[in-house]
């Protein structure tokens, strides 16, 4: 398997570039929209052709390139069944692998952060989205957020994988690139063995956070699977506009 993290910095989102071997086909999970260039640039240097983008929720920080993919290479796009976005190829359910080639993505419903999210087993890693984060995890105030579904995801699914797999999350705003299991396990903060239900929820309960900053424009976006909105402040244009860099993680 091919295998590439890329970091965009306006959103600190990581984007992963999968591709088999053998056929050269591709998939590309949280792309963003202001990032199609790098992502199609990576994709030809290493011979590979798009075939899937694949979401793992709905995002509020950034918009989704999955549009944009399918209008200039065709590509299709994928994402969690529930959400019901009329965009969609190729609803996600949990226990129907995504296949392509040789790459076999297994989806893990992990709500919590939001109701619909999704977690991918591949190989020996995950890639856990906003569930869980290194030493972290992504809010749950907004979305149809709930921190005690929060919880179960992440210890009876998430922790449920060997200790070895490693822990690939959409984010990291301190440019740390990978975990594993069994680091979260003992490490997290907020989630790690010892911290019970109870502490989780009084903990995200007073945790306070700003309201995010672009959320009202992501979300209606994000669920015609990557629309820019015409009314887009102009303090929030690079969101929305594509980059020339962007660091690779």
Do not use: W
Request: hydrophobic letters at 35%; one cysteine or more.
């Amino acid at each position: 398997m091919i295998f590439r993290q890329l970091f965009e910095p306006l959103s600190s989102t990581y984007t992963y570039l999968l591709g088999c071997e053998t056929t050269g086909q591709a998939i590309l999970v949280d792309p963003v929209v202001n990032a199609i260039d790098r992502d199609l640039a990576e994709l030809q240097k290493l011979g590979l052709s798009l075939a899937y983008t694949v979401d793992t929720h709905i995002h509020a920080d950034h918009i989704t390139a999955a549009l944009h993919l399918k209008q200039r290479v065709g590509s299709k796009i994928a994402a969690p069944a529930m959400d019901r976005l009329p965009c969609v190829d190729l609803g996600i359910t949990e226990g129907t692998p995504l296949q392509v080639g040789a790459l076999v993505l297994q989806p893990l419903h992990t709500p919590g952060h939001t109701d619909g999210h999704f977690s991918y087993v591949i190989a020996d890693r995950v890639l856990t989205g906003d569930a869980l984060l290194i030493e972290g995890c992504g809010r749950t105030d907004f979305q149809n957020g709930d921190a005690k579904a929060l919880y179960r995801s992440v210890r009876e699914k998430l922790f449920a994988l060997p200790d070895d797999h490693l822990v690939y999350p959409a984010h990291d705003y301190q440019h740390r690139c990978v975990s594993s299991i069994g680091q979260e396990k003992q490490r997290n903060p907020r989630l790690g063995e010892t911290k019970t239900l109870a502490e989780f929820e009084a903990l995200m309960g007073s945790l306070n956070l700003p309201y995010p900053k672009f959320i009202d424009h992501a979300v209606p976006g994000n669920r015609l699977c990557g629309v820019c909105p015409q009314d887009l402040p102009e303090q929030m244009a690079a969101y929305c506009h594509s980059m020339t860099e962007s660091r690779q993680g």
